[in-house]
């Protein structure tokens, strides 16, 4: 895994079954510069060949999720519209990385969650929010607008109206606010705290049954056919005689 190294942005560390990428740049409040998009992309590559079961993508800064895309890299855009191409390609390309992982994926966030950083929610599975997070979509307020897949994905999670609210007024609102309109889908006293727990109980689960599962949810064409070839698998096989002897199942891998 990971080297720890502060200075990558996005860090890794694994427990167990269960890995964890950290955003950990806490001088700038964990703002993403274009350059960090990359370094997303080959921490989510190292997380999908570590035999992990649950990511979690969580913060190691205090009082903060994300700030957003760094302003000092968007200020710059303004001349250059190669980079601007580069930022949005490679913004995207972490993200789809993200959301196709076979594995589950929780967002812990604890703190402010703003702009790009919201989007990087979006593209987990799962969102648990902190007592004190607080989430908003700022585009609008910089003269600027959202990628068109984090859109997609905002619409899909909070419905057409939920989305135009968020984006063309750049609010924020707080966590009792974001289960409301199913921006996330569970608040705790401590984001973390409650990640790990949901991680550890479906890092136990069939790993073939959450990747067939996540195929489902997107809508995979051969929905039918994952439905009846799980029952022809190993894990089905495990699974009934964990049943029936009453014991706990130990699935492949």
């Not at 993200?95 to 589950?104: F, M």
């Not at 702009?115 to 989430?135: H, T």
């Not at 897949?149 to 909070?158: E, F, M, T």
């Not at 790993?207 to 599962?213: E, F, I, N, P």
């Amino acid at each position: 895994m990971g080297n720890g190294n502060s200075r990558r942005m996005f860090t890794i560390d694994s427990i167990g079954r269960v890995a964890r990428i950290s955003l950990d740049r806490p001088a700038a409040r964990n703002a993403i510069a274009i350059a960090h998009w990359e370094l997303l992309s080959a921490a989510i590559a190292e997380v999908a060949i570590s035999g992990a079961r649950v990511l979690i993508l969580r913060s190691a800064a205090p009082g903060i999720f994300c700030s957003g895309a760094d302003i000092g890299d968007l200020e710059a855009l303004g001349a250059d519209p190669a980079m601007r191409t580069r930022f949005r390609v490679g913004m995207a390309a972490a993200l789809d990385a993200l959301a196709a992982l076979p594995i589950a994926t929780i967002a812990a966030v604890d703190g402010g969650c703003y702009g790009a950083g919201v989007a990087l929610a979006l593209a987990c599975d799962i969102r648990i929010a902190g007592a004190k997070a607080a989430f908003g979509i700022t585009p609008a307020k910089v003269g600027i607008v959202y990628p068109a897949g984090d859109v997609a994905r905002l619409k899909a999670l909070v419905g057409p109206g939920q989305a135009a609210r968020l984006l063309v007024s750049g609010m924020t609102i707080d966590a009792d606010r974001a289960l409301a309109i199913r921006l996330v889908e569970e608040c705790a006293p401590a984001a973390d705290t409650a990640a790990l727990a949901l991680a550890e109980t479906i890092s136990v689960n069939s790993a073939s049954s959450v990747t067939g599962l996540k195929r489902i949810l997107a809508g995979d064409s051969d929905a039918d056919r994952l439905f009846e070839d799980a029952f022809g698998g190993g894990d089905f096989l495990e699974g009934v005689a964990a049943f029936q002897a009453r014991r706990r199942p130990m699935f492949a891998g």
